[in-house]
């Protein structure tokens, strides 16, 4: 083992990093060997962040907003500076490429920036009431502590939404970040206290991955802990949404998708071409929001497979090695469901499933044509570099495919007529549908959030800060 390999990640406690007994290998992605160790939440630790965390809400609930907003700001300027230290931990923890670790820590700048103009958004209201002689107030008041789940794939852009908004509203937070990337995370919140967050507001712990049953369920039934937000796949967001309703606690859950893009015969097809490319294969596909499904018009559909090839190779075809994927599980996955379909009609446009790379985790770009219902891969969330063209020849048969599925989180419709665009919008059963533009696309001031099995409750905007206050009523006699 290197000497890096022999560096353990310690998680914040109370305001002070945190070196916990257990401790775990994190491997890398690109070599398949340990590039450091971190700390294993065990119980006690779970215990010890809980007690900081409520102990800390007591005075931070009472803090002014513009002394929360001077910490946010003063985080914003830290992400600027640490821009090169922070990527680089992302992209040894997760194999992202610079590019996608840069533009995490530019959106995680802005949601900082961004959050600190809306604290003070957070009002209360006075009703008329029955009885002229009383009055009332409706006022608006933060949750206590909460816990907060944020997964690998983004982790600065989803580990920085699922805390600074509680935060914001008066709240103190506990991230359970991915084991995936412990020092990714612990960068996170390095950076918040560094902006000078108080001690206990926020908290940090991982855990082994075969701790995860027993933690998450330990942390969700603390008494002190609130409400829960989680950003995962669905299949462990249905866990923690019994979990939490078995402790009679709030949840909001941002889970998997199956994102189509509709291509309609008036679409711009250079255009469409491209945001459908970038949507499915932008950080290897390991997006909740990645374009799944491409609906394309018949009448339009060679030439739309011509472009979208060109596509393809222009954004992606230049880099001499294949992206890389978090594990060599989500590369076995990927190859299955591309096996299925092709041993059951489907046509290859472009990649190579069967091509040998340089490690067991890197895969290139694979496009399906002439997909069918009867694909494994029809219903089934890749989460990895491949998608699958459908043919399509009415606006009903477009929805009725778009919307055949458990998911809801985002959509895409392609075409020049804004009237069709908004039918198609208004009726695609997804949390966002973007026209003219890819399936990808989050941002502190569009409220994110899905329908369906992809969760509910919102992130971002004044939604999002509302999710972490309760209503409180105050009747007095005149």
């Known amino acids: 083992m290197s000497e890096s390999a022999t560096y353990s990640v310690p998680f914040w406690i109370n305001g002070e990093e945190y070196h916990a007994q257990k401790q775990y290998d994190v491997i890398s992605p690109v070599t398949g060997k340990a590039i450091h160790r971190s700390g294993a939440a065990s119980d006690a630790d779970v215990k010890k962040a809980v007690e900081a965390a409520d102990k800390?809400?007591?005075?931070?609930?009472?803090?002014?907003?513009?002394?929360?907003?001077?910490?946010?700001?003063?985080?914003?300027?830290?992400?600027?500076r640490r821009k090169e230290e922070l990527g680089e931990y992302m992209m040894q923890e997760t194999g992202a490429p610079r590019q996608w670790a840069d533009f995490n820590l530019g959106v995680a700048k802005d949601f900082c920036l961004d959050i600190s103009g809306r604290i003070r958004t957070l009002e209360g209201t006075i009703p008329t009431t029955a009885d002229r002689e009383t009055g009332a107030m409706i006022i608006k008041e933060p949750f206590g502590v909460i816990l907060a789940i944020a997964p690998w794939n983004a982790p600065y852009i989803l580990g920085i939404r699922s805390i600074l908004f509680p935060i914001a509203a008066g709240n103190t937070a506990i991230l359970k970040g991915s084991e995936a990337c412990p020092r990714t995370m612990w960068g996170l919140c390095s950076v918040l206290h560094e902006a000078g967050l108080p001690a206990g507001v926020l908290n940090m712990l991982v855990h082994s991955p075969a701790d995860a049953p027993r933690i998450t369920a330990n942390l969700i039934a603390e008494p002190a802990v609130k409400k829960i937000n989680f950003t995962g796949s669905t299949g462990v967001g249905r866990i923690i949404g019994r979990l939490a309703g078995e402790n009679l606690?709030?949840?909001?859950?941002?889970?998997?998708?199956?994102?189509?893009a509709i291509v309609w015969e008036d679409a711009d097809l250079d255009n469409a071409a491209f945001q459908c490319a970038l949507g499915a294969f932008l950080n290897s596909g390991q997006i909740c929001m990645s374009t799944e499904r491409i609906l394309v018009h018949k009448n339009i559909k060679p030439q739309f497979e011509k472009k979208f090839v060109a596509a393809i190779d222009q954004i992606f075809g230049s880099a001499p090695d294949a992206p890389i994927l978090i594990n060599a599980a989500a590369v076995t996955k990927n190859k299955a469901l591309i096996a299925d379909a092709l041993a059951k009609g489907g046509k290859l446009l472009y990649g190579n499933p069967d091509a040998t790379e340089s490690s067991p985790t890197r895969m290139k770009p694979v496009v399906i044509n002439n997909a069918t219902p009867e694909m494994e891969m029809y219903q089934t969330e890749s989460f990895g570099p491949s998608v699958a063209l459908y043919e399509i020849e009415t606006e009903e048969?477009?929805?009725?495919?778009?919307?055949?599925?458990?998911?809801?989180?985002?959509?895409?419709?392609?075409?020049?007529?804004?009237?069709?665009?908004?039918?198609?919008?208004?009726?695609?059963?997804?949390?966002?549908?973007?026209?003219?533009?890819?399936?990808?696309?989050?941002?502190?001031?569009?409220?994110?959030?899905?329908?369906?099995?992809?969760?509910?409750?919102?992130?971002?905007?004044?939604?999002?800060?509302?999710?972490?206050?309760?209503t409180k009523t105050v009747t007095y006699k005149f």
């Open 56 to 80: 800390a809400f007591k005075t931070w609930k009472k803090t002014l907003p513009k002394e929360r907003r001077d910490v946010f700001m003063k985080a914003a300027e830290i992400f600027e």
């Open 249 to 260: 606690k709030p949840v909001l859950l941002e889970l998997g998708g199956k994102a189509p």
């Open 397 to 470: 048969e477009a929805l009725r495919i778009a919307n055949d599925t458990e998911y809801g989180l985002s959509s895409a419709v392609f075409t020049e007529d804004l009237r069709r665009g908004l039918r198609f919008a208004k009726e695609i059963e997804t949390g966002a549908v973007h026209i003219n533009s890819m399936t990808v696309h989050d941002e502190s001031a569009l409220p994110h959030g899905g329908a369906k099995a992809s969760g509910y409750g919102r992130f971002n905007t004044a939604t999002g800060m509302g999710e972490w206050v309760r």
